[in-house]
């Protein structure tokens, strides 16, 4: 939505971040193992982490144990799977919800129906995503696809446009209660929240961050969203982090 407001800087406060990953600290890429983390991004979320005593977490569609990867050494807190998993300290353990069953055999059919050698599934166990970014023409026929193995599924799925792609994911798979969890908890509890996300599934989060109070920002806003602000491109949401969370006085200060 072209009349989103630009993210302002943020007034004094005691703030708590919140990060989607991809379309957002990072470029999309042709795959996703393709993606990969500079020095200096990390260095920026370690430091904005050390400025925020830990209020940071990364709420993704990736798994934790992915996110880990993509951003070792420095390990944060994670929602992942779209918060079907968490790991709400960064040396605590990977708690995962109950969810239903591993869709892998749906997997299967789905990509010997698309029949086609560069239309990348990603089996994340109780999610399924379809990547369609190298074949876009695939993309309308992949989400019939999904579409259709919604309705042949027990209740309790939906499916979510991906960035050139679709999910088929459980309904508890919701960004929102993933930053609702960290809000009830230290370091996270009493801060006033913000959070950068791009993409479909990053709207509930959106909504669980403007119910708190807090700051909600879409990267590269395509279509209607509920965010209260924009950010034109990853470039500038990195630009907009530095300069509010790594060097700005303000930082941890009580809002007068
Ligand atoms: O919630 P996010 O952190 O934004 O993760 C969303 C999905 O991101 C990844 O897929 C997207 O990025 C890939 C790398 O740039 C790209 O190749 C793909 O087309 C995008 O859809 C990831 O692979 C998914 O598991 C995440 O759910």
């Known amino acids: 939505?072209?009349?989103?407001?630009?993210a302002p800087n943020l007034p004094a406060g005691q703030w708590a971040l919140f990060l989607d990953i991809d379309g957002t600290l990072l470029e999309h890429a042709a795959?996703?193992?393709?993606?990969?983390?500079?020095?200096?991004?990390?260095?920026?979320l370690g430091a904005i982490n050390e400025r925020l005593d830990g209020a940071v977490a990364f709420i993704t569609g990736r798994s934790v144990e992915v996110a880990d990867r993509l951003f070792h050494p420095l390990r944060l807190r994670v929602a992942g799977l779209y918060g079907?998993?968490?790991?709400?300290?960064?040396?605590?353990?990977?708690?995962?919800?109950?969810?239903?069953?591993?869709?892998?055999?749906?997997?299967?059919?789905?990509?010997?129906?698309?029949d086609d050698g560069l239309v990348h599934i990603e089996r994340k166990g109780p999610i399924l995503a379809i990547h369609t970014r190298a074949t876009?023409?695939?993309?309308?026929?992949?989400?019939?696809?999904?579409?259709?193995?919604?309705?042949?599924?027990?209740?309790?799925?939906?499916?979510?446009?991906?960035?050139?792609?679709?999910?088929?994911?459980?309904?508890?798979?919701?960004?929102?209660?993933?930053?609702r969890r960290f809000m009830a908890?230290?370091?996270?509890?009493?801060?006033?929240?913000?959070f950068l996300g791009d993409d479909t599934a990053d709207e509930n989060g959106f909504e669980a961050i403007n119910e708190a109070g807090g700051i909600?920002?879409?990267?590269?806003?395509?279509?209607?969203?509920?965010?209260?602000?924009?950010?034109?491109?990853?470039?500038?949401?990195?630009?907009?982090?530095?300069?509010?969370?790594?060097?700005s006085p303000v930082l941890n200060r009580k809002a007068s």
Do not use: C
């Not at 795959?31 to 920026?44: G, I, K, Q, T, Y």
């Open 216 to 247: 909600s920002i879409r990267v590269k806003p395509r279509g209607p969203t509920v965010a209260q602000y924009r950010l034109d491109d990853v470039t500038r949401a990195i630009g907009w982090l530095a300069a509010n969370f790594e060097t």
């Open 31 to 44: 795959h996703p193992d393709a993606v990969s983390v500079s020095d200096e991004l990390r260095n920026l």
């Open 185 to 194: 908890i230290p370091p996270f509890a009493g801060r006033r929240p913000v």
């Open 84 to 114: 079907l998993e968490h790991r709400l300290t960064p040396d605590s353990p990977v708690v995962a919800a109950d969810a239903p069953a591993d869709i892998a055999a749906l997997a299967d059919a789905i990509e010997a129906e698309l």
């Open 136 to 179: 876009p023409h695939l993309l309308a026929r992949a989400t019939q696809l999904v579409d259709q193995a919604l309705a042949e599924l027990p209740k309790g799925y939906r499916v979510i446009p991906g960035n050139a792609g679709v999910e088929l994911m459980p309904l508890e798979a919701a960004k929102g209660a993933a930053v």
């Open 1 to 6: 939505m072209t009349s989103l407001p630009t």
